[in-house]
Protein backbone atom coordinates (compact mmCIF):
# COMPACT_ATOMS: atom_id res chain seq x y z
CA UNK A 1 0.00 0.00 0.00
CA UNK A 2 1.29 3.40 -0.93
CA UNK A 3 2.11 5.45 1.66
CA UNK A 4 -1.02 8.14 3.24
CA UNK A 5 -0.68 11.61 1.84
CA UNK A 6 -1.80 14.66 3.81
CA UNK A 7 -2.93 18.21 3.29
CA UNK A 8 0.44 20.76 3.38
CA UNK A 9 0.63 22.29 7.13
CA UNK A 10 -2.03 25.23 7.75
CA UNK A 11 -3.61 24.79 4.59
CA UNK A 12 -7.17 22.57 5.21
CA UNK A 13 -9.80 20.58 3.37
CA UNK A 14 -12.88 22.12 4.27
CA UNK A 15 -15.65 18.95 3.98
CA UNK A 16 -19.57 18.90 4.27
CA UNK A 17 -21.23 20.11 6.44
CA UNK A 18 -18.92 23.02 7.66
CA UNK A 19 -18.56 23.96 3.72
CA UNK A 20 -22.41 24.63 3.86
CA UNK A 21 -21.42 27.99 6.43
CA UNK A 22 -18.97 28.82 3.95
CA UNK A 23 -21.96 28.79 0.98
CA UNK A 24 -24.15 30.88 3.34
CA UNK A 25 -21.47 33.32 4.43
CA UNK A 26 -20.55 33.88 0.23
CA UNK A 27 -24.57 33.90 -0.51
CA UNK A 28 -24.91 36.76 2.11
CA UNK A 29 -21.91 38.46 0.88
CA UNK A 30 -23.31 38.31 -3.11
CA UNK A 31 -26.43 40.00 -1.88
CA UNK A 32 -25.11 42.65 0.30
CA UNK A 33 -22.63 43.35 -2.79
CA UNK A 34 -25.27 43.73 -5.34
CA UNK A 35 -27.48 45.47 -2.32
CA UNK A 36 -24.81 48.34 -2.97
CA UNK A 37 -23.83 48.09 -6.79
CA UNK A 38 -20.02 46.36 -6.14
CA UNK A 39 -19.30 43.92 -9.20
CA UNK A 40 -17.19 40.92 -8.72
CA UNK A 41 -13.36 40.60 -10.27
CA UNK A 42 -11.54 37.35 -9.86
CA UNK A 43 -8.14 37.54 -10.60
CA UNK A 44 -4.81 34.76 -11.01
CA UNK A 45 -3.08 33.37 -7.83
CA UNK A 46 -0.30 33.89 -8.76
CA UNK A 47 1.24 37.05 -9.62
CA UNK A 48 4.59 38.75 -10.65
CA UNK A 49 6.73 38.89 -7.16
CA UNK A 50 7.14 42.60 -8.41
CA UNK A 51 3.82 42.99 -7.85
CA UNK A 52 3.66 43.02 -4.02
CA UNK A 53 7.22 44.04 -3.53
CA UNK A 54 6.49 47.65 -5.39
CA UNK A 55 2.96 47.41 -3.38
CA UNK A 56 3.02 46.33 -0.62
CA UNK A 57 6.47 47.81 0.33
CA UNK A 58 10.06 45.80 0.38
CA UNK A 59 10.16 46.88 3.98
CA UNK A 60 6.80 45.23 5.53
CA UNK A 61 6.35 41.62 6.77
CA UNK A 62 4.10 40.37 4.19
CA UNK A 63 7.39 41.01 1.66
CA UNK A 64 10.13 40.15 4.04
CA UNK A 65 9.07 37.18 5.45
CA UNK A 66 5.59 35.39 4.67
CA UNK A 67 5.40 35.27 0.79
CA UNK A 68 5.54 32.35 -1.03
CA UNK A 69 7.69 33.06 -4.05
CA UNK A 70 9.49 30.78 -6.64
CA UNK A 71 11.37 30.89 -9.74
CA UNK A 72 8.94 29.91 -13.08
CA UNK A 73 11.52 27.00 -13.96
CA UNK A 74 10.41 27.44 -17.81
CA UNK A 75 11.49 30.69 -18.12
CA UNK A 76 12.90 32.24 -15.20
CA UNK A 77 10.20 34.40 -14.28
CA UNK A 78 9.77 34.92 -10.72
CA UNK A 79 6.32 34.38 -9.29
CA UNK A 80 4.29 34.26 -5.85
CA UNK A 81 0.88 33.24 -4.93
CA UNK A 82 -1.28 36.13 -3.68
CA UNK A 83 -0.29 37.16 0.09
CA UNK A 84 -3.41 39.65 -0.55
CA UNK A 85 -5.66 40.53 -3.23
CA UNK A 86 -5.54 44.49 -3.41
CA UNK A 87 -2.85 44.50 -5.60
CA UNK A 88 -4.15 42.37 -7.50
CA UNK A 89 -7.28 43.92 -8.12
CA UNK A 90 -5.07 47.07 -9.13
CA UNK A 91 -2.88 45.34 -11.54
CA UNK A 92 -5.85 44.01 -13.39
CA UNK A 93 -7.78 47.82 -13.26
CA UNK A 94 -4.95 49.18 -14.94
CA UNK A 95 -4.12 46.28 -17.18
CA UNK A 96 -7.51 46.35 -18.44
CA UNK A 97 -7.81 50.05 -18.25
CA UNK A 98 -11.12 49.43 -16.33
CA UNK A 99 -11.31 53.55 -15.22
CA UNK A 100 -11.42 54.80 -18.47
CA UNK A 101 -15.12 54.96 -18.69
CA UNK A 102 -15.13 55.97 -14.82
CA UNK A 103 -14.96 54.68 -11.19
CA UNK A 104 -15.37 50.86 -10.41
CA UNK A 105 -16.95 48.98 -7.23
CA UNK A 106 -15.58 45.95 -7.60
CA UNK A 107 -15.72 43.26 -4.80
CA UNK A 108 -13.74 39.54 -4.66
CA UNK A 109 -13.34 36.52 -2.92
CA UNK A 110 -10.63 33.64 -3.13
CA UNK A 111 -7.62 32.36 -1.25
CA UNK A 112 -4.68 33.91 -0.44
CA UNK A 113 -1.58 32.10 0.88
CA UNK A 114 1.26 33.40 3.49
CA UNK A 115 3.97 31.45 5.21
CA UNK A 116 3.52 31.80 9.20
CA UNK A 117 3.07 29.83 12.02
CA UNK A 118 -0.57 28.41 11.60
CA UNK A 119 -2.83 29.10 14.48
CA UNK A 120 -6.85 29.62 15.37
CA UNK A 121 -8.19 32.03 12.65
CA UNK A 122 -4.69 32.03 10.78
CA UNK A 123 -3.66 29.74 8.50
CA UNK A 124 -1.23 29.14 5.44
CA UNK A 125 -3.57 28.85 2.75
CA UNK A 126 -6.69 31.25 4.10
CA UNK A 127 -9.25 33.24 2.07
CA UNK A 128 -10.41 36.78 2.06
CA UNK A 129 -13.69 38.72 0.97
CA UNK A 130 -12.76 42.16 -0.03
CA UNK A 131 -14.16 45.74 -1.64
CA UNK A 132 -12.63 47.70 -3.67
CA UNK A 133 -13.80 51.32 -5.00
CA UNK A 134 -11.11 52.85 -7.15
CA UNK A 135 -11.71 56.34 -8.83
CA UNK A 136 -13.24 58.07 -5.88
CA UNK A 137 -11.41 60.69 -3.61
CA UNK A 138 -14.09 61.15 -1.37
CA UNK A 139 -14.38 60.66 2.07
CA UNK A 140 -17.81 59.51 1.29
CA UNK A 141 -17.26 56.37 -0.43
CA UNK A 142 -14.25 55.49 2.45
CA UNK A 143 -17.53 55.94 4.61
CA UNK A 144 -19.61 53.76 2.19
CA UNK A 145 -16.99 51.06 3.12
CA UNK A 146 -16.95 51.02 6.38
CA UNK A 147 -21.81 51.02 6.06
CA UNK A 148 -21.08 47.97 3.54
CA UNK A 149 -19.11 45.92 6.20
CA UNK A 150 -21.61 46.83 8.77
CA UNK A 151 -24.50 46.02 6.57
CA UNK A 152 -22.72 42.67 5.71
CA UNK A 153 -22.26 42.00 9.83
CA UNK A 154 -26.35 42.89 10.33
CA UNK A 155 -26.87 40.15 7.22
CA UNK A 156 -24.96 37.36 8.59
CA UNK A 157 -25.58 38.06 12.19
CA UNK A 158 -22.28 38.74 13.68
CA UNK A 159 -22.24 40.90 16.53
CA UNK A 160 -19.79 42.30 19.37
CA UNK A 161 -17.02 43.40 16.33
CA UNK A 162 -15.85 46.80 17.46
CA UNK A 163 -14.63 49.50 14.41
CA UNK A 164 -11.41 51.36 15.08
CA UNK A 165 -10.47 54.47 12.95
CA UNK A 166 -7.05 56.24 12.38
CA UNK A 167 -5.90 58.34 9.39
CA UNK A 168 -2.72 58.53 8.30
CA UNK A 169 -2.85 60.99 6.39
CA UNK A 170 -1.10 62.39 2.83
CA UNK A 171 3.24 61.65 2.03
CA UNK A 172 4.63 64.97 3.49
CA UNK A 173 2.65 65.27 6.25
CA UNK A 174 3.82 61.09 7.21
CA UNK A 175 7.78 62.54 6.45
CA UNK A 176 7.34 64.67 8.81
CA UNK A 177 5.61 62.24 11.50
CA UNK A 178 8.41 59.83 10.16
CA UNK A 179 11.23 62.07 11.35
CA UNK A 180 9.62 62.46 15.09
CA UNK A 181 9.18 58.92 15.19
CA UNK A 182 12.86 57.88 14.28
CA UNK A 183 14.09 61.03 16.78
CA UNK A 184 12.08 59.30 19.57
CA UNK A 185 12.73 55.66 19.02
CA UNK A 186 16.49 56.81 18.85
CA UNK A 187 16.25 57.75 22.30
CA UNK A 188 14.87 54.12 23.49
CA UNK A 189 17.56 52.07 21.05
CA UNK A 190 17.84 49.80 24.26
CA UNK A 191 14.01 49.25 24.18
CA UNK A 192 13.90 47.75 20.73
CA UNK A 193 13.64 44.26 19.50
CA UNK A 194 15.57 43.65 16.66
CA UNK A 195 12.64 43.79 14.12
CA UNK A 196 12.04 47.77 15.42
CA UNK A 197 16.08 48.55 15.01
CA UNK A 198 16.18 46.70 11.12
CA UNK A 199 13.46 48.87 10.62
CA UNK A 200 14.26 52.10 12.37
CA UNK A 201 15.40 54.17 9.60
CA UNK A 202 13.71 51.83 6.58
CA UNK A 203 10.49 51.87 7.92
CA UNK A 204 9.90 52.91 11.27
CA UNK A 205 6.13 53.11 10.89
CA UNK A 206 5.98 49.47 10.77
CA UNK A 207 7.82 49.49 14.91
CA UNK A 208 4.08 50.96 15.46
CA UNK A 209 2.59 47.50 14.18
CA UNK A 210 4.93 45.30 16.07
CA UNK A 211 2.93 41.86 17.43
CA UNK A 212 5.83 42.15 20.79
CA UNK A 213 4.16 42.74 23.96
CA UNK A 214 7.28 44.31 25.25
CA UNK A 215 7.28 47.16 22.56
CA UNK A 216 3.78 48.37 23.56
CA UNK A 217 4.48 50.72 26.12
CA UNK A 218 7.56 52.66 24.10
CA UNK A 219 4.96 52.43 21.19
CA UNK A 220 1.81 53.95 23.18
CA UNK A 221 4.28 56.79 23.93
CA UNK A 222 5.78 57.80 20.63
CA UNK A 223 4.47 60.96 18.48
CA UNK A 224 1.36 60.41 16.96
CA UNK A 225 0.73 60.72 13.31
CA UNK A 226 -2.72 62.98 13.66
CA UNK A 227 -0.66 65.50 15.25
CA UNK A 228 0.93 65.89 11.85
CA UNK A 229 -2.11 66.49 9.76
CA UNK A 230 -2.76 69.30 7.85
CA UNK A 231 -6.15 71.03 7.60
CA UNK A 232 -7.17 68.55 4.32
CA UNK A 233 -6.66 65.74 5.79
CA UNK A 234 -8.06 66.80 8.71
CA UNK A 235 -11.15 67.85 7.29
CA UNK A 236 -11.77 64.25 5.43
CA UNK A 237 -11.03 62.34 8.24
CA UNK A 238 -13.71 64.42 10.40
CA UNK A 239 -16.06 63.75 6.96
CA UNK A 240 -15.89 60.32 7.43
CA UNK A 241 -16.62 60.61 10.96
CA UNK A 242 -19.33 62.57 10.59
CA UNK A 243 -21.31 60.33 8.19
CA UNK A 244 -20.61 57.68 10.71
CA UNK A 245 -22.07 59.69 13.13
CA UNK A 246 -25.27 59.80 11.65
CA UNK A 247 -25.50 56.45 10.51
CA UNK A 248 -25.54 55.42 14.46
CA UNK A 249 -22.33 53.78 13.43
CA UNK A 250 -19.94 53.85 17.26
CA UNK A 251 -16.15 53.83 16.79
CA UNK A 252 -13.17 54.40 18.43
CA UNK A 253 -9.85 56.43 17.35
CA UNK A 254 -7.02 54.24 17.66
CA UNK A 255 -3.54 56.86 16.83
CA UNK A 256 -1.40 53.42 16.58
CA UNK A 257 -3.77 51.67 13.69
CA UNK A 258 -1.46 51.91 10.68
CA UNK A 259 -1.84 48.36 8.58
CA UNK A 260 0.06 45.73 7.65
CA UNK A 261 1.10 47.25 4.18
CA UNK A 262 2.76 50.53 3.01
CA UNK A 263 -0.19 51.92 0.35
CA UNK A 264 -2.45 53.43 2.53
CA UNK A 265 -2.96 56.64 3.21
CA UNK A 266 -5.67 58.84 5.06
CA UNK A 267 -8.46 56.57 6.28
CA UNK A 268 -7.53 53.27 7.72
CA UNK A 269 -9.86 50.90 9.97
CA UNK A 270 -10.02 47.83 11.23
CA UNK A 271 -13.17 45.68 12.81
CA UNK A 272 -11.64 43.82 15.71
CA UNK A 273 -13.10 41.14 18.24
CA UNK A 274 -12.01 39.94 21.65
CA UNK A 275 -13.68 36.68 20.89
CA UNK A 276 -10.87 35.21 19.14
CA UNK A 277 -7.81 35.35 21.04
CA UNK A 278 -4.82 37.18 19.54
CA UNK A 279 -5.95 37.36 16.27
CA UNK A 280 -8.59 39.60 16.56
CA UNK A 281 -8.57 41.44 13.25
CA UNK A 282 -11.76 40.62 11.53
CA UNK A 283 -11.62 43.08 8.68
CA UNK A 284 -9.17 45.91 7.69
CA UNK A 285 -8.92 48.32 5.19
CA UNK A 286 -8.04 52.02 4.04
CA UNK A 287 -7.46 54.25 1.49
CA UNK A 288 -4.43 53.88 -1.20
CA UNK A 289 -4.18 57.00 -3.28
CA UNK A 290 -1.21 55.98 -4.86
CA UNK A 291 -1.34 52.61 -4.93
CA UNK A 292 -1.93 52.61 -8.75
CA UNK A 293 -0.15 55.21 -9.61
CA UNK A 294 2.83 52.87 -8.40
CA UNK A 295 1.47 49.50 -10.39
CA UNK A 296 2.30 51.98 -13.93
CA UNK A 297 -1.20 53.70 -14.03
CA UNK A 298 -2.97 56.76 -14.31
CA UNK A 299 -2.85 58.41 -10.45
CA UNK A 300 -6.32 57.60 -9.35
CA UNK A 301 -8.07 57.40 -5.67
CA UNK A 302 -9.17 54.36 -4.31
CA UNK A 303 -10.28 52.78 -1.15
CA UNK A 304 -11.26 49.21 -0.13
CA UNK A 305 -11.03 46.41 2.94
CA UNK A 306 -10.59 42.63 3.10
CA UNK A 307 -12.12 40.45 5.66
CA UNK A 308 -10.76 36.75 6.68
CA UNK A 309 -13.33 34.34 6.38
CA UNK A 310 -12.02 31.50 8.75
CA UNK A 311 -11.89 34.63 11.63
CA UNK A 312 -16.04 35.22 10.31
CA UNK A 313 -17.09 31.66 10.23
CA UNK A 314 -14.84 30.94 13.58
CA UNK A 315 -16.44 33.86 15.08
CA UNK A 316 -20.09 33.15 14.31
CA UNK A 317 -19.62 29.76 15.86
CA UNK A 318 -18.57 31.61 19.15
CA UNK A 319 -21.32 33.17 19.13
CA UNK A 320 -23.72 30.29 18.44
CA UNK A 321 -24.72 30.86 14.76
CA UNK A 322 -27.00 27.91 13.58
CA UNK A 323 -25.75 25.66 11.40
CA UNK A 324 -26.08 26.24 7.65
CA UNK A 325 -26.07 22.41 6.81
CA UNK A 326 -27.94 21.70 3.52
CA UNK A 327 -30.40 18.77 3.74
CA UNK A 328 -32.28 17.35 0.75
CA UNK A 329 -36.72 17.94 0.92
CA UNK A 330 -36.48 14.61 -0.20
CA UNK A 331 -35.13 10.76 -0.21
CA UNK A 332 -35.76 8.36 -2.87
CA UNK A 333 -36.03 4.57 -1.63
CA UNK A 334 -35.95 2.02 -4.58
CA UNK A 335 -37.55 -1.45 -3.90
CA UNK A 336 -35.35 -2.66 -6.51
CA UNK A 337 -32.22 -1.74 -8.90
CA UNK A 338 -34.84 -2.76 -12.08
CA UNK A 339 -37.03 -0.11 -11.15
CA UNK A 340 -34.13 2.68 -11.66
CA UNK A 341 -34.83 3.46 -15.12
CA UNK A 342 -38.39 4.32 -14.54
CA UNK A 343 -37.48 6.21 -11.06
CA UNK A 344 -34.68 8.39 -12.03
CA UNK A 345 -36.90 10.39 -14.43
CA UNK A 346 -39.06 11.38 -12.02
CA UNK A 347 -36.15 12.53 -10.03
CA UNK A 348 -35.07 14.70 -12.26
CA UNK A 349 -38.49 16.38 -13.18
CA UNK A 350 -38.56 17.09 -9.07
CA UNK A 351 -35.02 18.48 -9.12
CA UNK A 352 -36.11 20.74 -12.25
CA UNK A 353 -38.76 21.93 -10.22
CA UNK A 354 -36.38 23.08 -7.34
CA UNK A 355 -36.97 20.03 -5.25
CA UNK A 356 -33.60 18.92 -3.43
CA UNK A 357 -33.51 14.91 -4.02
CA UNK A 358 -31.06 12.81 -2.11
CA UNK A 359 -31.53 9.08 -4.50
CA UNK A 360 -30.48 6.07 -2.25
CA UNK A 361 -27.49 4.36 -3.29
CA UNK A 362 -25.68 1.01 -1.85
CA UNK A 363 -22.01 1.01 -1.56
CA UNK A 364 -22.09 -2.17 -3.25
CA UNK A 365 -23.60 -1.79 -6.32
CA UNK A 366 -23.52 -6.03 -6.56
CA UNK A 367 -25.89 -5.88 -3.61
CA UNK A 368 -28.60 -4.34 -5.08
CA UNK A 369 -30.32 -1.71 -3.07
CA UNK A 370 -30.25 -3.13 0.60
CA UNK A 371 -33.57 -3.75 2.37
CA UNK A 372 -36.51 -1.22 2.54
CA UNK A 373 -35.23 -1.44 6.40
CA UNK A 374 -31.92 0.21 6.07
CA UNK A 375 -33.27 2.82 3.02
CA UNK A 376 -35.81 4.23 5.32
CA UNK A 377 -32.65 4.38 8.57
CA UNK A 378 -30.87 6.35 5.56
CA UNK A 379 -33.12 8.73 4.33
CA UNK A 380 -34.15 9.31 8.21
CA UNK A 381 -30.25 10.71 8.70
CA UNK A 382 -30.48 12.45 5.97
CA UNK A 383 -32.80 14.66 7.35
CA UNK A 384 -35.05 14.95 4.56
CA UNK A 385 -38.80 16.10 5.66
CA UNK A 386 -40.07 13.28 3.04
CA UNK A 387 -39.45 10.02 1.82
CA UNK A 388 -40.34 8.90 -1.58
CA UNK A 389 -40.80 5.39 -1.96
CA UNK A 390 -40.62 3.55 -5.36
CA UNK A 391 -41.91 -0.13 -4.49
CA UNK A 392 -43.18 -2.85 -6.93
CA UNK A 393 -46.98 -2.02 -6.15
CA UNK A 394 -46.43 1.61 -6.42
CA UNK A 395 -44.72 1.75 -9.35
CA UNK A 396 -47.34 -1.22 -11.14
CA UNK A 397 -49.88 1.56 -10.53
CA UNK A 398 -48.13 4.77 -11.85
CA UNK A 399 -47.87 5.82 -8.69
CA UNK A 400 -45.40 7.09 -5.56
CA UNK A 401 -45.57 6.57 -1.66
CA UNK A 402 -45.19 9.97 -0.05
CA UNK A 403 -44.09 9.63 3.97
CA UNK A 404 -43.37 12.42 5.79
CA UNK A 405 -40.63 12.09 8.29
CA UNK A 406 -40.32 14.86 10.44
CA UNK A 407 -43.88 15.19 11.89
CA UNK A 408 -44.28 12.76 14.48
CA UNK A 409 -47.04 10.75 12.83
CA UNK A 410 -45.56 9.30 9.63
CA UNK A 411 -48.43 10.28 7.63
CA UNK A 412 -48.33 8.86 4.26
CA UNK A 413 -50.41 9.30 1.32
CA UNK A 414 -50.18 8.22 -2.64
CA UNK A 415 -49.57 10.49 -5.45
CA UNK A 416 -49.44 9.52 -9.04
CA UNK A 417 -46.22 10.52 -11.36
CA UNK A 418 -48.28 11.45 -14.26
CA UNK A 419 -49.67 14.58 -12.22
CA UNK A 420 -46.38 15.50 -10.78
CA UNK A 421 -46.69 18.98 -11.77
CA UNK A 422 -49.27 19.29 -8.73
CA UNK A 423 -48.10 17.71 -5.93
CA UNK A 424 -44.02 18.07 -6.61
CA UNK A 425 -43.65 22.05 -5.19
CA UNK A 426 -45.32 20.45 -1.96
CA UNK A 427 -42.12 18.66 -1.37
CA UNK A 428 -40.23 21.96 -1.47
CA UNK A 429 -38.50 23.19 1.97
CA UNK A 430 -39.23 27.12 1.94
CA UNK A 431 -35.89 28.87 2.22
Not at 55 to 75: A, P, Q, W
Not at 253 to 276: H, K
Request: negative net charge; aromatic residues 8%.
Amino acid sequence: MADKLSAVKGMNDILPPDSARWEALEASVRDVMRLHAYRNIRTPIVEPTALFIRGLGEVTDIVEKEMYSFEDRLNGEQLTLRPESTAGVVRAVVEHNMLYEGPKRLYYMGPMFRHERPQRGRYRQFHQIGAEALGFGGPEVDAELILLACALWRAIGLRDVRLELNSLGQPPERLQHRAALIAYFEQHTDHLDEDAKRRLHSNPLRILDSKNPAMKALNDAAPKLLDFLGSESLAHFNAVKAILDANGVAYTINPRLVRGMDYYNLTVFEFITEQLGSQGTVCGGGRYDYLIEQIGGKPAPAVGWALGVERVLELLREQGAQSSEVVPDVYAIVAQTDFLPQVLPVLQQLRAMGVSVQMHAPADSAAGMGSMKSQFKKADSSGASFALIFGADELALGQVTVKSLRDGQGAQRSEILADISHWGHSLQSPL
